[in-house]
């Protein structure tokens, strides 16, 4: 029992010195009434129970001893092992913080590159070694009119106009090898316009392989300006050249014309030399008029006459002089607005001036085609969207447009054709000084000519002329309501007649054919019946009969409108017309019926 207990106690998970105590009581429990009281017959035998007792009270305790050892390393292991782990979380924590904090510092400066690529000022295009566009930034669509992702994928070269393939290949080798290059040319927009640019490229290596970047700065508006201002310097020393010629010449003829007119005069001149004389006289003149032309681009002529105008009522006045060239292919739409602030200046110079244009463009269109003449006030601020001079003020400006669909002008010759003397016409045909004339008269007044035109297509000029805060009504006010599209045949046998209805419906911005034979008339409408709105017709004409010609025009298109003419109200009696005028006729009256019969429903309606 004392073995087990003394045995049991060794092991009993109590400190080694409460262990000891504990077994030593234990023994002294057990030997001590042993040898005080009990008489020992044989000591062999205790002592040997001692030693025995001792032995496995000794074994107790190294066991224990062991034990105790074990716990501890275990505890120390476990110690240890709670330390490293709060080390290691400590050490994840730290790394988690550093992980973060380096996302953070990676997330802004990719979001600081991200912004400086997308929103920076000018295209940047990145490619890899072949030429493949790998990224673009946003400002590609103003530049050049591709969305981003039209461009990705597709070879730089898309860019660049054909002719210059090789030497932006021969560029790009270049780069490649590790130059950079700053260069200026000219790239092609989406649209296939001209871009001018100016280009910076050189190639970086990345962790993904070499990238070739070009950052591309569009030019093209600084290089117009440029164009604007080389041109405005070469016309004012041209003007300064051909004024000074043409003034000596101005004095040379006013004294040719001024002694052939006093030899004209003198009685005693040999009649066989008169007609000489003439001759010497018209050329003269005729050389006077074109001195007039070079001192008004050159803006030595006379003083302006300024005087307030509308310029509504200068376009009506060209028109009538003009009346005689437009011939019947031609459609003439006006888009004059009313009630136009007044310009100040010359009107006789500004008709000359739109004459011109009108004459420019009639010879532009030799196969036909559509004169649009359109007067608007604009405001000209820092925000005006079209190309104006650089020195023309900020301010209302009216502008007159004269848009034509005519041959246009080719792009080597656009810059000359307000040189004096530039002319594409034949000798006899045109001596270039319209548009020079134009150039100096516009420039005197204060205003700015823009030239636009695309070879095939046609040719517009603008022209800005300072306007006034007045308003004055036009005296030929146009009747908008009255406009129409199509052509209108007038066919009487009276000439003068004719004249009269095509000047009307001209200033009106109708397209007007006439006809003094009904027969003409008649074969022109057959073929033409589609572009024919309104028949306008004498119907006492010599050699036909008015109600026949009529249902003749009537089966060839059951729907013309036809307005009916004569001087005798009773003829109208039997003749079905949509409209009827009685002679005299007076252009209100003309305009009014026009307007009444356009405006009335179709026949089969
Ligand atoms: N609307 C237009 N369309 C096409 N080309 C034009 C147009 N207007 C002018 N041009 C070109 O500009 C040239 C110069 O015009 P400009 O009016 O100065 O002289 P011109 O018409 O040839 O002669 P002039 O005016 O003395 O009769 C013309 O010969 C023509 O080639
Ligand atoms: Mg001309």
Redesign the pocket.
Known sequence: MIIVLVFVLGFVPLSLGMTALASFLVYAVYTVPIILFDNITNWQIFINNNIFLLSFAFGGFAWRYYNNRLLLNKLSLEYDLEKSRNELRLYSERLEELVNERTRELKKSETMLKSLFEKANDTIILTDPEGRITNVNSKVKEQYGYEKEELIGQNILVLEKEQDNRLFLERYHRLLNGESLVYETTHVAKDGSPVHVDVSASAVTLEDGRVVQFIVRNITEKKRLQAQLLHAQRMESLGTLTGGIAHDFNNLLTSIVGYTDLILAEDSIPIELIPKMRIIETSARKATQIVN?LLNFAKRGKELEIVPFNVNDVIHEALDLAHRRFRADITLELKLKQNLPIIKGDVALMEQCTL??I???I??MPEGGTLEIETELVNIDSNFDKPVGPDLKEGPYIRVT?R?T????PSD?IDR??DPF????GPD??????????YGIIKEHGGYINVE?ELGK??T?EIYLPASQMVMPGLKPTLDSLRTTGRILVIDDEVPVLEFFKNTLLQEGMNVVVFNDPYAAYEYFKENKHLVELIISDIMMPNIDGKKLITGFRDISRNIKIIAMSGIKEAFADIEADGYLFKPIKREFILEEIKKVMSSPDRSC
């Open positions: 032309k011109n244009l004459l420019n463009a010879d532009a004269f034509d005519g041959i246009g002008i010759k054709i307000f530039f002319t594409t016409k045909k045109g001596t270039g000084l319209g548009l020079a004339m134009v035109s046609g040719t000029f």
